[in-house]
């Protein structure tokens, strides 16, 4: 299984990015998969998901400014970003579990996820 990420920048306070995840072998639509967030110095941080049956769930500090959707013809998760904030800046990183038919629980993080992409970086200057 392979994640390729895609679609980092640097951009203003305010503006827009879409990120792109694309994977390859497997059945894409069997798979949830999420978004995770990281800065120097800290641990990788959720900021959203998508089940296999397209539930969503974002964290609180995102939630109304991200949306994260899932084209299972395209084996490509994406996460539009809006209303960027310096805070949202780090690197992003898409992820899968290991499971087919399974969604991690928030509350596991990083650790519900086996399968990483490299990252993409995001800055958002003030």
């Known amino acids: 299984v392979q994640l390729q990420a895609s679609g980092g920048g640097l951009v203003q306070a305010g503006d827009s990015l879409r990120l792109s995840c694309v994977a390859s072998?497997?059945?894409?639509?069997?798979?949830?998969m999420a978004w995770f967030r990281q800065v120097p110095g800290e641990e990788r941080k959720f900021v959203a998901s998508i089940s296999w049956l397209l539930r969503t769930e974002y964290a609180d500090s995102v939630n109304g400014r991200f949306t994260i959707s899932k084209d299972n013809a395209k084996a490509t998760v994406y996460l539009q970003m809006d209303s960027l904030r310096p805070e949202d800046t780090g690197v992003y990183y898409c992820?899968?579990?290991?499971?087919?038919?399974?969604?991690?629980?928030?509350?596991?993080?990083?650790?519900?996820?086996?399968?990483w992409g490299q990252g993409t970086l995001v800055t958002v200057s003030s």
């Open positions: 072998g497997r059945t894409f639509s069997s798979y949830s």
């Open positions: 992820a899968s579990p290991l499971k087919a038919w399974y969604e991690p629980p928030e509350r596991l993080g990083r650790d519900g996820y086996g399968y």
